[in-house]
């Protein structure tokens, strides 16, 4: 029963990570191109999404730890666990220092007011930290739910 309580957990902080991350670099691209009326609740919103997605991201590693020593360590787990966990902890690392890096970067910019333009090559390493973000979640979730299907 506290496996499977685990495992409930650790998909509701999953998809809470993910949703937070999932479309952040568009809602920047398309504010930014919408104009300087749109900046402040930008900036709102793009907060809320990291106070959400950096906790959700902890412990969405820490109850997959959880899952994994519920289950009597890392050699009782399929090889597939295993990459799938050091993929999870690549894309913390992306969504904080790709995405988030990248943000901070296009916030500072903002406040000095600089421009689309001058703005635009912070943008593409957003998209691309975020391209990269999803296509590590995805082969994520391919592993664990095909764990036993793969060598």
């Not at 300087?36 to 997959?64: C, F, K, M, W, Y």
């Not at 890392?74 to 597939?80: E, G, I, L």
């Not at 999870?88 to 988030?100: N, P």
Request: proline share 3%; charged share 10%; net charge positive.
């Amino acid at each position: 029963m506290v496996y499977l309580i685990l495992r409930l957990v650790h998909i509701l902080f999953m998809a809470t990570w993910i949703g937070a991350v999932f479309f952040t670099s568009g809602d920047v691209r398309r504010s930014l191109e919408a104009g300087p009326e749109h900046l402040s609740l930008l900036q709102d919103r793009v907060s809320r999404n990291v106070r959400i997605a950096g906790p959700s991201a902890i412990l969405t590693l820490l109850s997959g730890f959880g899952l994994i020593f519920s289950l009597g360590g890392m050699a009782s787990v399929p090889p597939a666990i295993h990459t799938a966990m050091t993929l999870a902890i690549l894309a913390w690392a992306v969504s904080g220092f790709g995405i988030g890096g990248a943000w901070r970067k296009i916030q500072a910019g903002l406040a000095e007011g600089q421009d689309l333009a001058t703005l635009a090559p912070l943008l593409k390493r957003m998209k691309i930290s975020t391209m990269v973000f999803q296509t590590l979640w995805l082969v994520c979730l391919v592993l664990m739910v095909f764990r036993h299907g793969v060598a």
